[in-house]
């Protein structure tokens, strides 16, 4: 009997160092597993960081406040309001505040739409930063230039131009410009060139033939002498003047042929 409870309890003791062991690697591996599940969530948050790209200004843009007007011209605009191609545009605008609070006008940016769809953007204009302050009962001149690529066709676009300001509360934004606008391809320094260079060249080309015809008229004159011949004499019309002087020529009379007697 003693030997048989020894043997019971060896068996027990044998058992529980298994089930120890066992829940021993549980826990390993539920510890292992929560550390590789927050591992990959801390990766899958650095992602998100990595590729984050913040809107654009201009596709959120935040609504003006009330009693702040906006104006704005084209100084370089054509007489029917066409833009030049191929340049720096300026536009000015005003922003006049009857709003009870001061404003921090800081950045002016726009874009080039299509006509048709607004929502197709050509391409952007860079931002211009002010930092100007605009108090109340105020108004402030802006000067904001933006490219016309080259490359554009004269035909109509959509110009749009915002004006951003803030104050310590709030943003704001009013977009001053949004029209059709037709753009032309203005005469360049080439077209100029080319212009004086077909000048120059009929002027060559008029003096050249000029000196031909001159040349061809004096060469074709020949002073002929007229001589008149008659039955007393052959003298040249040029010495009739010398007739009755000294240096007058010597005619001989003409000799007759007569008859010879038998």
Known sequence: PDQNMRNLLIAALFGA??????????????ADGQADAAEEAE?????????Y??????????????????SFIFPDASVDGALPVGE????????????????NVTTI????NSPYDFSFHLYNFSATEYGIILPPDEEVAFTYRFPLLESLDPVE??????????????YYSTTFCNQTVLLYEPAGDMDAQTFFTYIMAASVAGLIGYLVMQGGLGGGKRRTRRVERGTTSTVDDDDEWLDGTAAA?????RRTRSGRRR
């Open 53 to 70: 790209i913040p809107p654009h200004p201009l596709t959120d843009l935040p609504g003006p406040p009330e009693g702040v007007a906006s």
């Open 17 to 30: 160092t298994l089930v120890s062991v066992a829940y021993a690697q549980d826990d390993a591996e539920g």
């Open 43 to 51: 990766y899958e948050d650095a992602d998100e960081e990595e590729f």
């Open 157 to 170: 676009y959509t110009v749009a131009l915002t004006v951003f300001y803030e104050t310590e509360e709030d």
């Open 88 to 103: 720096m545009v300026p536009v000015v605008m005003g922003l006049r505040n009857d709003a009870d609070m001061v404003f």
């Open 249 to 253: 020529p010597m005619t001989s009379p």
């Open 109 to 112: 940016m726009g874009s080039l």
